[in-house]
């Protein structure tokens, strides 16, 4: 069976797709590609993640290299050692899936994610070698974590200036993932006072019922604890959502509306444009436009971001989801640095999040839904484009439709956006409805 890259990497079910002689395969590929001599491999703790990385090493010794493995670590703090030493390298997780799943992001020289030329390229060699037999190669590698764990850490510190973020009382929700031990050490170095759930992987209960998809706990918690905030990281904490003094949730959009007005105001964004993808909240967009802020759209996926960012010498960006990156800061989305910077204004501000939240954006009524189906293909648009349009046609210019295939998952995704709750629930229901009689 051959695995394909998606919206970010390639995914699968450890148990039955994602197999070591697969792994073993890709990684051989990657590295030949990316040129790469010397490759550092990071992980999640995922119960399959030891293995994999063995596959992943035997990969890169295959292709004639050295690899460095830095254990379990967040992915911005794997692309971060990737740009700091100038070396590809890649991550072994499946981000927000559930435990049983695992997958790989590779790295570029200098801790980029890919391009579309690159994965094509890795893609087709990956598929050539599964039709050879592998010959054993003699594997060197090294050991870094403490190091590259080290780097990281001082390189989100610094990122405030030697400002202090004391006084605040903030719940830290790690998900069981990689930034369980990190994230509240780093808070805690700045002063926070922080309160730690989710922080105990087994390697079965990373992502489950907490993180960033799963909130519920986090605000309860913040309301319990009588915490100023709270946040809330996915698997490899290269994502963060928020949640107030109140409970409530604040999404990625209300995050960089946050730190889009706060850079915009003391003069620090960049070309006073902001990149997003178009599952933004129309909201944040009318937000910006009366703050004389550009917005700059890309399809999903934090690399299509990144490119966007890099085209225009942009320094803010990150989708709804919680992926936000700072291009001045880093080379990849980044839960940690994100939460870090979310303080520094709520602290500099003297405002709380909730405030700040509410004064930077107002949210339309969004509704997702996600519809299994059997098969997409290549004629998703024909099929479901008259349903959009009459979707479409019946909000106005008062709303908003996207219908698109998960980059992940075997799943087409529906987003509507309306004034009111109820119309953005009836067009949704709708075409849930449709797409599964078609396509389920």
Known sequence: MTLSFGTDGIRGDSRTELTA?????LARAGAEVLGADLFVVGRDPRQSGPELAAAVHAGVADAGGRSVDLGVL???????????????????????????????????????????QAQDAIQTRFEQLLQAEAEPASVSTSDEHEAASAAYRSAVLASVH????????????????????LAPQVLRDLGVEVISINVEPSGTNINEACGSTHP???????????????????????????VDSSGALVDGDQLMAICAL???????????????????????????????????????????????LDARGLSLGGEQSGHVI????????????????????VARSGRTLRELAQASMTRLPQVLRSVPVSLVG???????????????????????????????????????????????????????????????
Do not use: Y
């Not at 800061?329 to 204004?345: E, F, I, K, N, S």
């Open 262 to 308: 706060d850079a915009h105001a003391r003069g620090q964004l960049a070309g006073r444009a902001v990149v997003v993808t178009v599952m933004s909240n129309l909201g944040f967009r009318r937000a910006m436009a009366e703050a004389g802020i550009e917005v700059v759209t890309t399809a999903v996926g934090d690399r299509h971001v990144l490119e966007a």
């Open 74 to 116: 967040p992915t911005p703090a794997v692309a971060h050692w990737c740009a700091s030493r100038q070396v590809a390298g890649a991550m072994i997780s499946a981000s927000h899936n559930p435990w049983f799943d695992n997958g790989i992001k590779f790295f570029a020289a200098g801790g980029r994610k890919l391009t579309d």
């Open 21 to 25: 002689p697969l792994v073993r395969a």
């Open 378 to 440: 290549n004629d998703l648009d024909d099929l479901l484009g008259p349903l959009v349009d009459a979707a479409s046609a019946r909000l106005g210019e008062q709303g908003r439709v996207l219908v698109r295939p998960s980059g992940t998952e075997p799943l087409v995704r529906i987003m509507v956006e309306a004034e009111t709750d109820a119309e953005a629930q009836f067009e949704a229901d709708g075409l849930a409805a449709a797409i599964a009689a078609l396509l389920g």
């Open 326 to 345: 700072f291009r001045d800061l880093a080379t990849t989305g980044d839960g940690l640095l994100t939460a870090v910077q979310l303080l520094d204004v």
């Open 162 to 181: 030697g400002r202090s973020l004391s006084g605040l009382r903030v719940v830290v929700d790690g998900a069981n993932g990689a930034g369980s031990m």
């Open 216 to 242: 519920e706990a986090l605000c309860d918690a913040v309301v319990l604890e009588g915490a100023d905030l709270g946040l809330a990281l996915d698997g490899d904490a290269d994502r963060v959502l928020a």
